[in-house]
């Protein structure tokens, strides 16, 4: 089953950001999402990841299908980097968690506390929590903020991965991941500034 | 939901998690009320129940705005509202983990702070029941101030004196009970609006929660 988003019009703080959005993201593809700051490529993964309800349009095929990752990775400083995975893993009620440890090169580092970590690894413990959450659709948010170029492949590897299996994502970033992707340019999709001419226009 | 619990009361005991905090400012408060109120010892032994109960429950609203107001700053928050588990588990999970870490202890010290304030013999049975009673019932209403307040820089503030008025119940019923027993009345009425209270608020204050909880990460 794929994710259809159909004629979605997006808000951010009360004005819209995004309008007419519309694509299908079948399984085993991946689409890469562009556009400049501010154009509203976190608010559209929101909308689609059901944090925030869209003003009009429809997104279908995502009900608890969908793994999202945002620009913080969820991380407890206090707790070790096995005990941050574990918690995930139990949550979406995956067994084991050492496959995603090894897929971005953590093994060595299972028993630290996550908030001894570098930003790097940080970034790459966030991650492998999408391995363990199990689901098919990966929304994720600017993923490679922060990783070098060993990592960014590790990741392009594990998407690479996932795409294989049948699972398909959708990915806000800037940088090219050499995956063999689809890419929609926001840009044309710009919400119209609002008419200012009714009569609450005067008070925004 | 018991990984949620786990992690959550693992949190607490760790080096930041605040465990200690409700319990270091109840024992403050009972230490110094005698000192405060000088040796009257048959004036101490007649507001010992009210000071007591109002120790434990400014104790439990001094770290509510950590409840969860640290899984929104790393972001965690946003990642468990995409999990498969419902935004009501959530909210009551957490709750139950800040009962475990605040309310039970201050359960368990206010016998031996009631010593401190010349508590009648026959009141201590009665205080801890009380306690049990109602400590939960703070817990939860607690959990949904946070969740009003999540997204506020220092809401620390206007968690307190959104939460003040739905905590007054509670206390009312709760030190009525402690006091009678301590004067050796009957307790029945006062105990039973107190479970009254603890069941219906946990029953249905996870649902305001939960909506309030959804608006305010959008």
């Known amino acids: 089953m794929s994710l259809n988003v159909s004629d979605l019009c997006i808000a951010r703080g009360g004005l819209p950001v995004l309008e007419g959005v519309n694509f299908t993201l079948h399984p085993g593809g991946a689409l890469i999402l562009r556009g400049p700051n501010g154009i509203g490529k976190t608010t559209l993964l929101r909308s689609i990841a059901g944090l925030q309800p869209p003003l009009g349009g429809a997104v279908r095929g995502g009900d608890d299908r969908i793994a999202y990752s945002a620009h913080s990775d969820g991380l407890k400083s206090a ?18 968690i050492e496959a995603a440890l090894a897929a971005f090169d953590l093994t060595a580092l299972h028993d630290r506390p996550a908030g001894t970590l570098s930003a790097g690894q940080k970034r ?11 689901r098919p659709i990966w929304v994720m948010d600017e993923p490679t903020v922060s990783l070098d170029q060993a990592s960014v492949a590790l990741f392009a590897t594990a998407v690479q991965a996932h795409l294989a299996s049948g699972g398909s994502a959708l990915i806000a970033t ?27 226009g005067a008070f925004l | 939901m018991m990984a949620l619990l786990i992690r959550d009361l693992r949190l607490a005991v760790r080096a930041g998690g605040g465990f200690g905090l409700g319990l270091a400012f109840f024992l403050i408060v009972t230490v110094l009320v005698p ?46 509202a995409t999990a498969p588990l ?38 201590y049975l009665w205080l801890v029941v009380s306690l049990l009673l109602g ?64 069941a219906g608020v946990i029953a249905l204050m996870p649902f305001a929660s939960a909506a309030v909880l959804r608006i305010n990460l959008r």
């Open chain 1, 79 to 96: 707790l070790t980097v096995t005990e941050n995975l574990q918690f995930w893993a139990s949550v979406f009620g995956t067994r084991s």
């Open chain 1, 124 to 134: 790459r413990l966030g991650l492998s929590r999408m391995l363990v959450t199990g």
């Open chain 1, 174 to 200: 800037h940088i090219d991941l050499g995956l063999a992707a689809e890419v929609l340019d926001l840009g044309p999709y710009r919400a119209k500034p609002l008419a200012l001419d009714d009569f609450d």
């Open chain 2, 35 to 80: 000192f405060a109120v000088g040796p009257q010892s048959d004036l101490l032994a007649r507001i010992a129940p009210g000071v007591l109960w109002l120790g434990a429950l400014l104790s439990c609203l001094l770290s509510l705005d950590r409840l969860l107001a640290l899984d929104w700053e790393d972001g965690s928050l946003d990642l468990l």
């Open chain 2, 86 to 123: 419902p935004l009501e588990a959530v909210i009551s999970i957490k709750a139950l983990a800040h009962w475990i870490a605040t309310g039970l202890p201050l359960v368990l010290a206010a016998p031996l702070l009631g010593v401190l304030l010349n508590l009648p013999l026959d009141g």
């Open chain 2, 135 to 198: 400590t939960p019932a703070l817990s939860v209403i607690g959990a949904f101030g946070a969740a009003l307040t999540v997204g506020l820089k220092r809401g620390g503030l206007l968690l307190s004196l959104l939460v003040m008025p739905l905590y007054v119940p509670t206390l009312i019923f709760g030190a009525e009970a402690a006091r009678r027993g301590a004067m050796g009345m009957g307790v029945e009425t006062p105990l039973l609006m107190l479970a009254g209270i603890s």
